[in-house]
Nanobody, 121 residues
């Protein structure tokens, strides 16, 4: 019903920058929130940043001041600008969206396939 496709991952040196993008498509009536999570090897998935339809943004403490989440409501896309990156930012990054596919009912949570981000010299 709803597909999320991420792009922009890769290898970056410590102190460098990357920009992730995620596009939602399919049967979308409205999107309540979009965000980014990450999962490092042998660790649990954790929230990185989230933005809601009213424009509010929340960040994990570990990325505040370095990462910026932005959203284009007209295009159903969300971006994550990552600056001053550290080796501990290395993880698979997942996009998620809370989507209503109809005007009625409850929204569902949808996930992208993930994109690898590696911070290493």
């Amino acid at each position: 019903q709803v597909q999320l496709v991420e792009s922009g991952g890769g290898l970056v040196q410590p102190g460098g920058s990357l920009r992730l993008s995620c596009a939602a498509s399919g049967s979308i009536f409205s999107i309540n929130a979009m965000g980014w999570y990450r999962q490092a090897p042998e660790k649990q998935r954790e929230l990185v940043a989230v933005t809601t339809s009213d424009g509010s943004r929340n960040y994990a403490d570990s990325v505040k001041g370095r990462f910026t989440i932005s959203r284009d409501n007209a295009k159903n896309t969300v971006h994550l600008q990552m600056n001053s990156m550290k080796p501990e930012d290395t993880a698979v990054y997942y996009c998620d969206a809370v989507v209503k596919t109809e005007s009625w009912g409850f929204p569902g949570v949808y996930w992208g396939q993930g994109t690898q981000v590696t911070v290493s010299s």
